[in-house]
């Protein structure tokens, strides 16, 4: 049997509905499993779902839900809100959970075009993934996770690693349409490193000069030590992003998070709507 409860939370200028619902044995006797679901004025948008053994659970696991064929899709901001609403839900509720399990699939799209992997795109602007700037998450493999993070500290910012890849070879390395590699051979030029490059590339060009090549490079210099699946958010929550201005995080304006559904008017320009 089921057993409902439902609770409104605010959250700075949000509202949330938060629904609990546990799967009970016909005794009441033991727990099968739980779901947290939390939404507001639309319909629920992240899930964190549980399996329980012995009534204890052994596996919680976030997602996005989708709602009429349509994937959750709303500003930083207002996600950061709700994730972080949910999850201090959830351990309050269950305080022995260490962590939550959940890949990481949010995209950007711009200007009709396929959509950009967030997590790519934050990589090379910010060094870090959105979930790892505001939640300190980690791939659930601590090895590849202490591998991956040396390696995007060698690519971005080791003048060594640039100097061996001369633009020639950067632009023969993917399928790059020549119009943009002739904007972008005097950024690469003129850097003495991949972080000072890509932070040279105007912040309203990024979309439209990085977006068509950026999940092709990024696969290639950071095979084996990252993977957009199996990361975890640890418990109690570290958050590192909601106060911290120390560094700017970037990302293009307006941008929504989406789940792998494309969303509208993101990432472009007036000229392009």
């Known amino acids: 049997m089921n057993e409902n ?14 629904t609990d619902n546990t799967l009970l044995s016909s005794t009441n006797a033991e727990i099968y499993g739980r779901k947290f679901t939390i939404g507001g004025t639309y319909p629920d948008c992240v899930e964190i779902s549980m399996i329980y053994e012995n009534n204890n659970p052994i596996d919680a696991r976030m997602r996005f839900l989708h709602n009429d064929g349509q994937e959750c899709s709303i500003s ?31 995209h950007i799209e711009y200007a009709a075009k396929d ?32 591998q ?30 020549e119009e943009e590699m002739v ?28 977006g068509p090549w950026i999940q092709q490079f990024m696969k290639y210099i950071l095979k084996d030590v990252f993977y957009s699946e199996d990361w975890i958010i640890h418990f109690p929550l570290e958050i590192t992003g909601e106060n911290n201005e120390t560094r700017k995080f970037y990302y293009p304006e307006d941008m929504k998070i989406t789940n792998n559904f494309q969303s509208k008017n993101i990432c472009l320009s007036p000229e392009d709507i």
């Open 183 to 210: 904007e972008l051979v005097e950024y690469y030029n003129h850097a003495n490193n991949f972080n000072e490059f890509f932070q040279s590339i105007p912040e309203q060009d990024r979309c439209r000069l990085v």
């Open 115 to 146: 959509a950009i992997p967030l997590y790519y795109f934050s990589i090379i602007f910010n060094g870090q993934t959105w979930y790892e700037k505001y939640f300190n998450a980690k791939q659930s493999n601590p090895d590849r996770h202490g």
């Open 76 to 106: 930083t901001g207002h996600m950061y809100n709700m994730i972080k609403t949910l999850l201090d839900y959830v351990y309050d509720q269950i305080p022995t959970l260490t962590h939550i399990n959940f890949d990481d699939k949010t």
């Open 5 to 18: 409860k439902q609770t409104t939370v605010t959250s700075g200028p949000y509202t949330f509905q938060i």
């Open 148 to 177: 991956y993070r040396k390696r995007v500290a060698e690519i971005l910012y080791e003048h060594e690693y640039k100097t061996h890849i001369q633009f020639g070879r950067f632009a023969a390395l993917f399928d790059k349409r």
